[in-house]
């Protein structure tokens, strides 16, 4: 499975961005799909995450700001981040897990500006 990210760039506080993140490959062996986020000097962390099934979970600090969707038939993950904040600014990682597999793409800069 391969992952390409895009969508991330400069944008200042209170802003909206959408990230899109298109598999390829066996993507009939994923069965959830997430982002996470890595600040400098920081760890990777969760952002959001979305099952086969359309079950999603948050961090709790974009709950109600940032929202993950799919569309299966096209392969693309999406993360639509609205009120961004200076704190939102990171790298942001498309992962795809399989039973067995765990995938990530390459990241994409998301910089807010205050």
């Known amino acids: 499975v391969q992952l390409q990210a895009s969508g991330g760039g400069l944008v200042q506080a209170g802003g909206s961005l959408r990230l899109s993140c298109a598999a390829s490959g066996s993507t009939y062996s994923i069965t959830r799909m997430g982002w996470y986020r890595q600040a400098p000097g920081e760890r990777r962390d969760l952002v959001a995450r979305?099952?086969?099934?359309?079950?999603?979970n948050y961090a709790d600090s974009v709950k109600g700001r940032f929202t993950v969707s799919r569309d299966v038939a096209k392969n693309i993950l999406y993360l639509q981040m609205s009120s961004l904040k200076p704190e939102d600014t990171a790298v942001y990682y498309c992962?795809?897990?399989?039973?067995?597999?765990?995938?990530w793409g390459q990241g994409t800069l998301v910089t807010v500006s205050s």
């Open positions: 992962n795809g897990d399989s039973i067995l597999s765990t995938y």
């Open positions: 979305i099952t086969n099934g359309g079950s999603t």
